[in-house]
């Protein structure tokens, strides 16, 4: 398999990039007083004088859905911020909004398809694959071109992904309680709430079925042997010591053990 190549179409967009943020606001509230006059001339100040170079390098914004592995009908709406480290390796950090309040809700790991077949095979069933996301609209690049997404959409269909939530604010935490949960993307009609995309489809005022129909023309890579591993009910999860579910009786019974390493 050729290498996914994704750092070209990035790129491009952002030269023209302009909005497609700050309309989505945070499951919640958390506690704490809120910033006092010091704390916000501390922030203003190192916003000022200190370098970010991992931090300046987020230049791409994806927003799609993710649901908890071995639970298909636990679903939230997902906003990825993403820096390209190479031409097939991406990392995102993962927000539950697209406001300065939003919550960091964990972070994803995108290989091309030549990574991943490169992967042991008990690594291979914590990745899930982009085909349906992409094909269905789902996953969208919001506030760039439509050329420009539609080229995006092109190099990232091949890849895969790692996700790991850390914040389910979904269950209405305003902590980060519990363990790190493993996430999984939809791979066929039916499976995301029709709800939760035409909700997110009104904030973006774009249409997904628009979209399908716009990447009619994007090849459909065969996916990898090993991916999306819940399909053939084996959904690797950790275990919630503190009694926070997360919908596991639903959909797929999980196996809950550590991943292999």
Same mark, same amino acid.
């Not at 006059?37 to 914004?61: F, S």
């Not at 939230?76 to 927000?95: D, F, K, P, T």
């Not at 129909?213 to 950790?238: C, F, H, N, Y």
């Given at each position: 398999?050729?290498? @996914? ?16 943020? +700050?309309?989505?606001?945070? *499951?919640?509230? @958390?506690?704490?007083? &809120? ?8 922030? =203003?100040?190192?916003? =000022? ?19 908890? *592995? %071995?639970? !298909? ?9 993403? @820096? ?39 690594? #291979?069933?914590? /990745?899930? @694959? ?12 919001? %506030?760039? !071109? ?8 092109? #190099?990232?269909? %091949?890849?895969?992904? &790692? ?35 035409? =909700? ?7 249409? +997904? =079925? ?16 090993? $991916?999306?591993? /819940? ?17 596991? $009786? ?12």
């Amino acid at each position: 398999m050729r290498p @996914s190549c994704v750092l070209g179409p990035i790129v491009t967009a952002l030269l023209v990039i302009g909005c497609g943020g +700050s309309n989505t606001t945070s *499951n919640v509230e @958390s506690p704490g007083t &809120k910033e006092g006059v010091k704390t916000r001339t501390l922030e =203003a100040g190192a916003a =000022a004088l200190q370098d970010k170079p991992p931090i300046e390098a987020i230049n791409a914004y994806l927003d799609g859905f993710h649901f908890y *592995n %071995g639970a !298909p009908r636990r679903q939230m709406e997902a906003h990825h911020y993403c @820096s390209i480290l190479n031409e097939e390796l991406i990392q995102c950090v993962i927000y539950d909004g697209n406001v300065k309040e939003a919550k960091l809700m964990g972070v994803e790991y995108i290989v091309s398809g030549r990574l991943f077949e490169a992967l042991p095979d008990g690594e #291979k069933g914590l /990745w899930h @694959s982009h085909v349906h996301e992409v094909k269905s609209g789902q996953l969208i690049a919001p %506030g760039i !071109p439509q050329v420009a997404e539609h080229e995006l959409m092109k #190099k990232l269909i %091949g890849t895969y992904g &790692k996700t790991w939530h850390t914040w389910h604010t979904d269950l209405q935490n305003n902590l980060p309680l519990g363990t790190p949960q493993l996430m999984m993307g939809f791979t066929a009609d039916g499976q995301a709430d029709p709800d939760m995309v035409a =909700a997110r489809d009104r904030r973006f005022d774009i249409t +997904s =079925a628009e979209k399908r129909k716009d990447r009619e023309s994007i090849p459909t890579p065969t996916i990898a042997k090993g $991916a999306d591993g /819940w399909q053939d009910g084996s959904a690797v999860q950790l275990s919630e010591p503190i009694g926070h579910a997360h919908g596991q $009786a639903q959909g797929v019974s999980p196996k809950v053990t550590t991943p292999t390493k």
